[in-house]
């Protein structure tokens, strides 16, 4: 395994978010590779102060910017959600030995029918029966599985937002994301050198060019174009913030079935709710599966009587109240909820050789 820790949290890690904080990590959420000339520009302060903000956040895991296959596109990524049964008392134990594995990218410890849901990511339906098998045959503490392939996932966690900023603020940072000189277009190569970006920015997705280039031994120019391709077709980013600084800090997991004349109206209302952090249709007895932040327990039913009311065809057939995140997207979480350490994501293609550029 490779896993990468952080340099080690500060003293006195901040305990909440003030107003500058919550419009640092908004404007990530929204651009996040935007330079700080920008986000300083749009919150009303200097570059440097903004950029301290968001370093002190960072260094004490409270918030980061992170990269992954584009879940959108089952040619990019196959995904499953899979819940697991474990013997008594051994959930945490296995939790942490399935988080330290590149291909499942969270882990949660669940209270209900499951005590375990996590999120395996594959290149194909044959790598994921591959990995189904490796990663639970055997496995000390495990009794039993149930994996849901994803279909297709209409919203996930890069689109959810604190929401601190007005309106022209998000604009003026949506369009400068849009004209972004990286957002190039072309197809990705999904070679050695893509894998190395992609490894790269799961680990620090505001990484410079420069730092990149040297950490792929490959020339700037080269670099940025094909992070421009990455970018624009195969990998998605996201600034994530530690769920109990969020003002969200319950988590839930539901298993919910519509009929397939009213599965795309469904899950379009779903991914409009801010509850919702993402999305899944599923293959199997349950064919969505909602993973929710909720601001107090009672918002646990509240939530799903809402759903209820805007979107009655859908059946809520389960649900599990989320006792701890183990893993997040790839970033190792404490219990409360700060990010400890990265296992960098592995390149889901075959890959070939890719001679250097020197620029």
């Known amino acids: ?174 369009a400068a994301a849009c004209s972004a000189p990286e957002a190039a277009r072309g197809a990705p190569g999904r070679d050695t050198l893509d894998a190395r970006l992609l490894e790269l920015l799961s680990t620090d997705g505001r990484m410079s060019i420069r730092d990149l280039a040297a950490g792929c031994d490959a020339g700037l120019t080269t670099v940025r174009r094909r992070l421009g391709v990455l970018l624009a077709s195969w990998v998605s980013l996201r600034c994530d913030l530690a769920r109990p600084l969020s003002g969200w800090p319950l988590s839930a997991v539901y298993f919910a079935s519509v009929s397939a004349r009213h599965l795309r109206e469904t899950t379009r209302v779903l991914a409009g709710m801010r509850e919702v952090r993402s999305c899944s249709i599923t293959a199997g007895p349950h064919n969505v599966v909602i993973d929710v932040w909720l601001r107090a327990m009672g918002d646990v039913h509240g939530f799903e009587a809402h759903v209820a009311r805007q979107v009655p065809h859908l059946a809520i057939d389960d649900r599990s109240v989320v006792l701890r995140t183990v893993k997040h997207m790839g970033r190792l979480l404490d219990r409360d909820g700060r990010c400890v350490g990265v296992v960098p994501l592995r390149q889901l293609q075959g890959t070939h050789h890719v001679a250097r550029d020197e620029n």
């Open 1 to 174: 395994m490779d896993t990468q820790f952080s340099a080690g949290n500060p003293p006195n890690p901040p305990n909440e978010l003030d107003e500058l904080d919550r419009g640092v990590v908004n404007a990530l959420q929204i651009h996040p590779r935007a330079p700080w000339t920008l986000v300083g520009d749009v919150l009303g302060v200097n570059p440097v102060t903004a950029a301290r903000r968001w370093h002190r956040l960072e260094e004490a895991g409270l918030a980061w910017v992170t990269a992954y296959p584009r879940l959108s596109d089952a040619r990019i990524v196959v995904t499953a959600v899979v819940e697991i049964d474990t013997e008594p008392g051994v959930g945490e134990e296995v939790a942490e030995a399935l988080a330290a594995d590149p291909a499942v990218a969270n882990v949660k410890l669940t209270a209900g029918s499951r005590d375990l849901v996590a999120a395996v990511q594959a290149a194909d339906l044959g790598e994921l029966a591959h990995l189904s098998t490796v990663l639970f045959r055997g496995r000390p503490g495990v009794r039993a599985t149930r994996t849901h392939v994803a279909t297709a996932v209409p919203t996930e966690g890069s689109r959810w937002r604190l929401r601190s900023l007005d309106a022209v603020q998000c604009a003026r940072l949506e």
